[in-house]
Nanobody, 120 residues
């Protein structure tokens, strides 16, 4: 079994910064991509940022230039540095990891999420 645990969420004011992290533990063979999704109340879960094992990154247009995703492969941890936060960034930030098992099959795991609230 694999567990993903997010941390670092909280309440900040618009314009401030916050860093959240997600650590994977358990029977990890190989992690391909690690991603951050955001789900606001009453809205669908949207991909915010992603990073591959080789360090290639993706950002949604809404966060490009403000958010930075990074990962520490030795610690099986992904980070999301969020700068110049806006009220519309409010939501539950959920970590996802795409992993390859020892049987060469792909698996997708999700964390429970961490709440980020940005006040105006």
């Amino acid at each position: 079994q694999v567990q993903l645990v997010e941390s670092g969420g909280g309440l900040v004011q618009a314009g401030e910064s916050l860093r959240i992290s997600c650590s994977a533990s358990g029977s990890i063979f190989s992690i391909n991509s690690m991603d951050w999704y955001r789900q606001a109340p009453g809205k669908r879960r949207d991909l915010v940022a992603a990073i591959t094992s080789g360090g290639s990154t993706y950002y949604s247009d809404s966060v490009k230039g403000r958010f930075t995703i990074s990962r520490d492969n030795a610690k099986n941890t992904v980070y999301l540095q969020m700068n110049s936060l806006k009220p519309e960034d409010t939501g539950v930030y959920i970590c996802n990891a795409e992993m390859r098992g020892a049987n060469d099959r792909m698996y997708s795991y999700w964390g429970q999420g961490t709440q980020v609230t940005v006040s105006s």
